[in-house]
């Protein structure tokens, strides 16, 4: 008989590890909280309309591709991956309109629109950026740094030079004198949720997986990564249970055990991997002796990145103005930032993210209509906020700032009106404080003090997911079940 292995949360990592497990020949049970596989990575159908609401953005496919190799398939039999052209259109509130490309030459060609003194240096930043990258990547993104052999891929001279001892402001501003461009490449340190006021400059590596690498949309919808994820776990004979909460996991003097359910069953395992928030994993899931008051202690001071308020508006016109991903820059970048991160409350001017889908897929809107997914940062759960009361007015904010910034009628063509807050993302996915991309990088060495794939002391439990290393977002949560299982196959 095969041996047992439970996964909690059918996210990206649990529905990767869970793949990984069954083509290596354990038998695998799936117990998810909500009703649907994809963590964050959710979609919504309302009135002809259809937005995802997780990710919008996919970089990395190479890494989706490898997980369905590993398990004997093809990406392609699953799923039509398509690059948008361009990238993204940029707003700045001073009439300039930038459109991003991962073809360099259209890029320096639109630079030198408005920033010709800068398009040298567009070159050198992004070559830079894959410069950190091919440093970086071995021996942190593909590593899991668990052991100390481990650290024998990480060198000394490279890590003195992948700007981890300044911030990706102060790096950018050197590179360039545009505002325009300094705040574009600013942007790049909110992909895993951190300011760039405060990230160290080694994120300056973003840059190159979304404009070197490119960025890539899946034909019909991002959530068509889960779904794809689920059918090839079920394929290879994954069970899944929804609806089902899990209250705690068994640990005893040998290590895992298995899971407790919230109606009390006990199911039993030899291995235990966590797609759960690794904070709510250690604080809240494993019984008190399993895990030492130090360690708790250090979990609950890690500082989570920030979250988000998610506006879904389906809307019966269109703009031409809009391409598939879109950006309203605010005025003052540093201050959004504060106001996030140090006085822990919505920006006054916000940068808006909207996903116009409609763009590439019509059919997600009817009658020539817009799907828009509207996206702005907000601070992670604090007991100043009375998101109750926030976010009627917040959301009737945003319509009000994005008819000034150019979408005419916006207000009076919405059909379909949603709202997504912080505290929505507690109570749906137990994430710390509501948090989208686990832990922030606000300091030098946070990216490096993620929660391990593998909880130390406690055999065959392991821990995958946006809040543990190697980071958030669909690839590097792909990579942490890839980690998870090199260390299975250690132990």
Same mark, same amino acid.
């Given at each position: 008989m095969s041996e047992r292995a439970i996964v909690i949360g059918a996210g990206i990592g649990g529905l990767a590890a869970a793949s990984l497990l069954a083509s290596r020949g354990y038998s695998v049970d799936v117990y998810e909280k909500n009703g649907t596989p994809g963590g964050k990575m959710q979609q919504v159908h309302a009135r002809g309309y259809r937005f995802d609401t997780g990710p919008s953005l996919f970089t990395m496919p190479f890494l989706l591709e490898r997980l369905f190799s590993d398990c004997g398939r093809s990406m392609s039999d699953y799923l039509e991956i398509v690059e948008p052209e361009p990238l993204c259109r940029y707003f700045y509130k001073d009439g300039v309109r930038f459109d991003s490309y991962s073809d360099r030459k259209k890029a320096v060609s639109e630079i030198r629109t408005f920033a010709p003194g800068d398009t040298d240096a567009y070159v050198k930043f992004l070559d830079r950026a894959e410069e950190i990258y091919t440093k970086t990547s071995g021996a942190f993104i593909f590593n899991p740094l668990f052991e100390l052999s481990d650290l024998k891929s990480l060198n000394l001279a490279d890590f003195l030079n992948i700007d981890a001892f300044s911030t990706v402001s102060n790096v950018v501003d050197t590179y360039f004198d545009s505002p325009h461009l300094r705040q574009f490449f600013k942007r790049f340190a909110t992909y895993n949720g951190s300011s760039p006021f405060r990230a160290p400059a080694t994120l300056n590596v973003i840059p190159h997986v979304e404009l070197n690498q490119g960025g890539y949309y899946v034909n019909g919808g991002l959530y068509q990564i889960a779904e794809s994820m689920e059918k090839l776990a079920a394929d290879l004979g994954v069970r899944f249970h929804y609806n089902k909460n899990v209250n705690r996991i068994l640990a005893g003097s040998s290590g895992a055990e298995g899971v407790e359910t919230e109606d009390g069953t006990v199911h039993k395992a030899e291995v235990v991997i966590a797609n759960s928030d690794a904070t709510d994993t250690i604080l809240n899931l494993l019984p008190a002796n399993a895990v030492s008051s130090l360690k708790r202690a250090r979990q609950k001071k890690i500082e989570p990145s920030c979250s988000g308020f998610v506006l879904l &508006?389906?809307?019966?016109?269109?703009?031409?103005?809009l391409v598939h991903h879109n950006i309203f820059f605010s005025e003052d970048y540093r201050h959004e930032f504060e106001q996030i991160f140090?006085?822990?409350?919505?920006?006054? #001017?916000?940068? *808006?993210y909207i996903a116009n889908?409609? !763009?590439?897929?019509?059919? !997600?809107?009817?009658?020539?209509?817009?799907?828009?997914f509207i996206l702005v940062?907000?601070?992670? &759960? !604090? #007991?100043?906020?009375?998101?109750?009361?926030?976010?009627?007015?917040?959301? #009737?904010? &945003? *319509?009000?700032?994005?008819?000034?910034?150019g979408l005419n009628g916006l207000r009076n063509s919405v059909e379909f009106k949603e709202t997504i807050n912080p505290n929505d993302f507690f109570e749906r996915y137990r994430s710390n404080r509501g948090s989208i991309y686990g832990t922030a990088s606000n300091t030098r060495f946070s990216a490096f003090l993620r929660p391990r794939n593998k909880l130390r002391g406690i055999d065959r439990l392991y821990l995958v997911g946006g809040s543990t290393h190697p980071g958030g977002g669909i690839p590097l949560v792909i990579q942490s079940a890839f980690n998870a299982m090199e260390l299975l196959d250690r132990e």
């Open positions: &508006l389906g809307c019966n016109r269109s703009w031409p103005e140090g006085e822990k409350k919505m920006p006054g #001017d916000p940068t *808006i889908t409609s !763009h590439t897929n019509p059919e !997600h809107a009817p009658d020539s209509g817009s799907n828009l940062n907000a601070p992670y &759960l !604090h #007991d100043s906020q009375n998101w109750d009361e926030i976010t009627p007015a917040y959301a #009737d904010f &945003l *319509i009000d700032e994005l008819e000034s910034r």
